[in-house]
């Protein structure tokens, strides 16, 4: 006679081990699944990153050429203005020997000064421009910043997940989407900054 109602344990242990895995199977692709998002995001932001200061140094060393070239203007202005008074002491010259100086010298002054006008133009043309480059470049340098920040949110973000995974518990699940939502959203404000 049977000693009481048998209960067949290895039956109830495989139920209760397929619905543990039914519901670890959900949250795993749920990690997955926020997790792939998160490292495509990331890619993006990595390359807007990566572009934007290439942008930014292109800007810059362009800003450095024209710096030379406003630095070769205001030499050239020197220069001139060196001719000029060099032709003042000619005249002086002259004038002190009380004999009048020769029309050269007058044509000559007074193209110094012409040359020195013109060089002084472009100096100052070059100068406006490479503050121009200079400032472009310092705005990009700026959304860089926000987009590096964003990808270094993303991928810690994207570590959680896989920690999220290992140890399957959801509240770290949800830290690592909370993050990889601040993250898009630094991601999201490199656009307007």
Excluded: C
Aim: without cysteine.
């Amino acid at each position: 006679m049977p000693e009481g109602p048998e209960v067949d344990l290895d039956k109830l242990k495989e139920t209760i081990d397929e619905e543990i895995e039914r519901e670890g199977g959900q949250l795993l692709r749920a990690i997955a699944l926020s997790t792939a998002i998160l490292a495509a995001l990331a890619a993006v932001a990595s390359l807007k990153a990566g572009g934007t200061v290439n942008e930014a140094l292109a800007l810059k060393t362009e800003a450095g050429r024209l710096q030379t070239q406003a630095s070769d203007q205001w030499a050239y202005y020197q220069a001139k203005g060196l001719k000029a008074a060099i032709t003042e002491g000619e005249k002086n010259s002259w004038t002190a020997l009380d004999k009048p100086p020769p029309e050269t010298l007058g044509k000559n002054q007074e193209r110094y000064a012409n040359d020195q006008e013109t060089s002084k133009k472009k100096a100052e043309e070059f100068e406006k421009e490479r503050d121009e480059k200079d400032s472009e470049a310092d705005h990009l340098m700026h959304r860089h910043h926000y987009f590096a920040q964003s990808v270094a949110l993303l991928q810690v973000s994207i570590a959680l997940g896989a920690v999220a995974a290992l140890t399957r518990k959801r509240l770290v699940w949800i830290g690592s989407a909370l993050l990889g939502l601040i993250g898009a959203g630094v991601f999201g404000y490199a656009f307007v900054a």
